[in-house]
């Protein structure tokens, strides 16, 4: 009787854990350069309400496009940070910070700071200093 329990669990376990390996673990990751643009919005606007308004809910886990222009260029290894300056905090410069999808570094290199464009990113949401967007590209 026990035996049948034990295997009985032991079978469920299995199923479980290939459920979770094969739907969950391997899951397909979004084309992130793809998708539609949910909500359009100027870069400053969008760190003044969620910094002053507390709006950031609205905008997290949404891809959107933003416009303005950037004063500050960061790269770490092989992600490259464009940074959209509208405060100077404890800790360094406030605002909207994108970082780029990965293919987009060549590109990114030879851009003029300081120019008005246009980028596609998903938000990730408000840290208390900065907007973070992520997976960006650039708007054609």
Known sequence: MIKKILFSILIIGLVIGAYAYFFMYHKS???????????????????????????????????LEIFGIPQELESYDSLMTLIFVYDQGMFGAEGVRVTFLPKFNEKLSDIELNTEMRIKAFCTGYNDSDVVLEKASFIQ
């Open 29 to 63: 990751h979004p084309d992130y350069e793809n998708l539609e643009v949910e909500m359009s919005i100027g870069a400053q606007e969008l760190f003044h309400q969620c910094k002053n308004e507390g709006r950031a809910v609205e905008y997290t886990g949404k891809t």
